[in-house]
C-alpha cells in the first residue's frame, strides 16, 4: 500500500498522541497510588489532667510507656501498627472485613475489638493552618480536627497518599473525616484531647511491598469487645 504524505502525517500524529497518552497514564497512577510501606513514630505521652495528677507524679511512671516507638505497615484498606514498650510489644490490627480494630500483647492469645464504624467523641470543626512543618525533609500541611473531648492536629504532606474510599467506614477516631479531608499519610499527630495527651513524630517512612499475611487476624483464644 502506498502511503502519501498526509497519511503518513496522520500516522505519526497517532502514534504521538498514543505515546503521550501511556506517559500521562502512567504519571497518573504513579501519582494517585495509595502509600504501601511502613512508617515508625516517636511517641512521647503528655500528662492529660496536670490539674489533678501532679507532672512530678505522672513523669515518675514506667518511662517505656511515656516515650516509646510505633510502627505501623500500610497495605490499600488495612495496616497494622506495633508498639514497643521495653521489652513487651502491644499490636493493633485492623480487619476491614468485619471493620474490627484487634488490639492484643504480642505473646498472648486473648485480643479486645473495637467496632470502627462507631463514633466515640463528636467533630465541632476542621482548621488547616496557613503554616507548614518540615517533616523528614518533606513540607507538611496542618489539619486541626477540634471535637468535644479536645484537639488532634495532623501534619501531612501530598507525597504519600492514601484512599479515603478504603477507610471510608472507619469512624473511630475521625480516621474516615480525617481522610477525607487530605488523603494522605500524617507525618505527625498532636493529640490535646481530655484523656489522651501524645505527640507521634515520624522518624523513617518507607514504601515497600508487603505480604498479605502480615495483615491476616490470628487465632485468639478469648475476644472481649471493647466498650
Same mark, same amino acid.
Given at each position: ?68 516507638l510505633v510502627t505501623f505497615y500500610y497495605k490499600q484498606n488495612k495496616y497494622k501498627s506495633v508498639s514497643a514498650h521495653g521489652d513487651e ?17 504480642? @505473646?498472648?492469645? !486473648?485480643?479486645?475489638?473495637?467496632? &470502627?464504624?462507631?463514633? +466515640?467523641? /463528636?467533630?465541632?470543626?476542621?482548621? %488547616? ?10 513540607e507538611c500541611q496542618i489539619l486541626t480536627i477540634t471535637s468535644k473531648m479536645g484537639k488532634t492536629s495532623y501534619y501531612y504532606p501530598s ?32 493529640? @490535646?484531647?481530655? !484523656?489522651?495527651?501524645?505527640?507521634? &513524630?515520624?522518624?523513617? +517512612?518507607? /514504601?515497600?511491598?508487603?505480604?498479605? %499475611? ?5 487465632r485468639f483464644e478469648a475476644i472481649v469487645e471493647s466498650e
Open positions: 500500500m502506498y502511503l502519501t504524505k498526509k497519511n503518513l502525517e496522520i500516522l505519526y500524529m497517532q502514534k504521538f498522541l498514543l505515546t503521550f497518552i501511556l506517559i500521562l497514564l502512567s504519571l497518573t497512577r504513579g501519582i494517585c497510588q495509595d502509600f504501601q510501606g511502613v512508617i515508625t513514630y516517636k511517641v512521647e505521652a503528655k500528662n492529660p489532667m496536670p490539674k489533678s495528677l501532679p507532672d512530678s507524679l505522672f513523669y515518675s511512671g514506667n518511662k517505656s510507656t511515656l516515650e516509646y510489644l502491644e499490636v493493633e490490627l485492623y480487619d476491614p472485613d468485619n471493620n474490627r480494630l484487634y488490639t492484643y500483647d504480642g @505473646d498472648e492469645d !486473648i485480643a479486645s475489638w473495637t467496632n &470502627t464504624t462507631k463514633y +466515640i467523641d /463528636e467533630i465541632i470543626k476542621f482548621e %488547616k493552618e496557613e503554616k507548614t512543618e518540615i517533616i523528614l525533609g518533606y507525597e504519600f497518599k492514601l484512599d479515603f474510599d478504603n477507610y471510608a467506614d472507619y469512624k473511630h477516631a475521625f480516621w474516615c473525616d480525617y481522610l477525607q479531608e487530605t488523603g494522605a499519610i500524617p507525618l505527625k499527630i498532636v493529640f @490535646d484531647t481530655r !484523656i489522651n495527651k501524645r505527640v507521634l &513524630t515520624a522518624i523513617e +517512612i518507607k /514504601e515497600k511491598s508487603l505480604p498479605d %499475611k502480615l495483615f491476616k487476624v490470628p
